[in-house]
């Protein structure tokens, strides 16, 4: 259990890091208004998808950290998932 807990917290403070450097790689290319050369799509529209997706993954992790804290028997593997279930 402490080892899945663990596990939770160095993801997702991995994850919320990388989101941040992704927010601010938004910006930049926010900043500099560049377009994709084919559909003439802001490219910072597209680079936007990297840091949801980081802050959509910690939120998970923390769910999952906050299931290992409070439930005593099984341990979770993921959000909807336990140890028992893989077996």
Known sequence: RAVMI??????????AYLGYLGVIWVMRTYASGKVSSVLR??????YLVIPFGC?????????????NVRDRENIWIGTF?????VE
Request: hydrophobic share 65%; glycine share 2%; proline share 3%.
């Open 6 to 15: 663990l596990i939770c917290v160095v993801t997702a403070v991995f994850l």
């Open 55 to 67: 802050f959509m993954s910690v939120f998970q992790y923390f769910i999952t950290g906050i299931k």
């Open 41 to 46: 799509l802001p490219l910072w529209i597209v």
């Open 81 to 85: 998932a336990t140890d028992a279930d």
